[in-house]
């Protein structure tokens, strides 16, 4: 997974994977990248199926705390999402990675989407309001480690369509991985651009890889 480098804790999207986003045999898109302190759009949610599992940031997902996954917000990131129906509010803390299906912005905790009480619609049309974000751009934490991004690019259930993604980036970036995971829906072959030494750059890659290839893709923090 960690393609040489001595990676001592990566953070990967495994679990949500098998959630939303994943189904038939093409890869997983999500929406352009946000840089504004804000955004709209639909908020879904997750709960007891995930209870005890690992989340993005290595934690272990409780679904009763108010946190939520986004694609590319920081860890650690404070948001508050607001019902743009009924005005109901709660604030999360960002300690994971997703949503995979186009066109939802953030995924709530159970007990997040309890505030909201949108448990039984699954669904909710949000705003987002950016409250508290940690320096996402140094490439260095507190502690000494190093921070390195990929971006990924998509994520088949097929081999050959990754192999296929592979070569056509092969012409425009020269640090491509393809790795390979085995989850509960089926094994994903996810092809990566790498490694960039802060948020910003991986962002402008992934930017320029949406726009060239009409793809959707994601960050991965890796800390060593």
Not at 15 to 21: E, H, R
Not at 117 to 135: D, F, H, Q, Y
Not at 187 to 203: D, I
Request: charged share 15%; proline share 5%; hydrophobic share 35%.
């Amino acid at each position: 997974m960690n393609s040489g480098i001595p990676v001592k804790r990566i953070c990967l999207i495994l679990t949500f994977m098998l959630m939303t986003g994943c189904a038939g045999g093409g890869h997983s898109r999500t929406e352009p990248m946000i840089s504004e302190t804000s955004q709209q759009g639909v908020a879904s949610w997750y709960g007891p199926s995930f209870h005890g599992n690992p989340t993005a940031n290595g934690e272990p997902y409780n679904m009763w705390a108010l946190t939520a996954a986004h694609r590319t917000l920081p860890f650690g990131t404070r948001v508050l999402v607001q019902s743009v129906e009924t005005g109901k509010s709660v604030t999360v803390r960002i300690n994971d990675r997703g949503p995979f299906i186009r066109g939802r912005i953030i995924d709530l905790s159970y007990g997040a989407a309890r505030e909201l009480a949108m448990i039984g619609k699954g669904t909710e049309n949000v705003r987002l309001t950016i409250l508290e974000s940690p320096s996402a751009g140094s490439g260095q934490l507190s502690n000494g480690e190093s921070v390195m991004y990929w971006v990924q690019v998509a994520s088949y259930t097929t081999l050959t369509q990754a192999v296929s993604m592979r070569e056509q980036l092969a012409t425009h970036y020269s640090n491509i991985r393809l790795t390979t995971v085995d989850l509960p829906s089926g094994q994903w072959h996810r092809v990566q651009v790498g490694t960039f030494p802060s948020q910003e750059k991986a962002k402008f890659v992934a930017e320029e890889l949406e726009r060239q290839f009409d793809l959707d893709p994601l960050l991965i923090q890796v800390t060593y």
